[in-house]
Nanobody, 119 residues
Framework: QLQLVESGGGLVQPGGSLRLSCEVS????????IGWFRQTPGKEREGVSCISANGFNTNYADSVLGRFIISRDFAKNTVYLQMNSLKPEDTGVYYC????????????WGNGTVVTVSS
């Protein structure tokens, strides 16, 4: 059964860092593209970052470029999102998703992890 489970969210002060994890099962992390998205009340879901299945291509939203890094650990079958220099506007529910290609309409989703950036 294909499953994605996010973890690593929490409360952090502005300027701090968090590392989110997306542990996948039912497939390997190099079988599908894996994306990170975030949802804030009153706003549409936003694509944050994505890594292609072959790992050759990564992309980032302009709002996180230079602050967030997406990576994969094959041994742990996990995709990470390292988030640095966090801002209050980074607050939201973060989801990982999988599909053949990076897009806003990916087929398989986790349940999300909450990130709150506040002093």
């Amino acid at each position: 059964q294909l499953q994605l489970v996010e973890s690593g969210g929490g409360l952090v002060q502005p300027g701090g860092s968090l590392r989110l994890s997306c542990e996948v099962s039912g497939f390997t992390v190099d079988y599908y593209a894996i994306g990170w998205f975030r949802q804030t009340p009153g706003k549409e879901r936003e694509g944050v970052s994505c890594i292609s299945a072959n790992g050759f291509n990564t992309n980032y939203a302009d709002s996180v470029l230079g602050r967030f890094i997406i990576s994969r650990d094959f041994a742990k079958n996990t995709v990470y999102l390292q988030m640095n220099s966090l801002k209050p506007e980074d607050t939201g529910v973060y989801y990982c998703a999988a599909d053949d290609y990076c897009s806003v309409y990916m087929d398989y989703w986790g349940n999300g992890t909450v990130v709150t950036v506040s002093s």
